[in-house]
């Protein structure tokens, strides 16, 4: 049973308005599993990929920042190695939730094993 319905967000205007409201740890590959490859309008200057998501109607966006190649260069992680993620959203539902779909992410698979 799937507790969550997740959406990508497809026009940037759906994200405007939107600010950091979180952080969660976790690897790139896990977030490619629950999100799908990263599709999301970010700063490429700060950022080196980004998801942009409806969940249950919520509007949140993943992201790094300022940590990995497209900041600093040569010194920046490759996206693939980055496990510090911004959260943004209109409010801290957005965090709760990417945190509780990532969670119960972890329980399917410890289920299905």
């Not at 740890?25 to 490859?37: K, R």
Request: with cysteine.
């Amino acid at each position: 049973m799937n507790m969550f319905t997740i959406d990508t967000v497809t026009e940037s205007c759906f994200i405007n308005g939107t600010s950091f409201q979180g952080y969660v740890n976790v690897d790139y590959a896990t977030l490619v599993n629950v999100f799908g490859e990263p599709e999301g309008f970010f700063d490429s200057y700060k950022s080196d990929c980004a998801w942009a998501l409806e969940i249950n109607g919520v509007i949140c966006t993943i992201y790094n920042y300022k940590d990995g190649r497209n900041y600093l260069g040569a010194r920046g992680l490759d996206k693939e190695n980055i496990t510090d993620w911004h959260i943004g959203g209109k409010n801290f539902k957005s965090a709760l939730l990417v945190e509780h779909a990532i969670k119960h992410y972890f329980n399917m698979q410890k289920q299905a094993a």
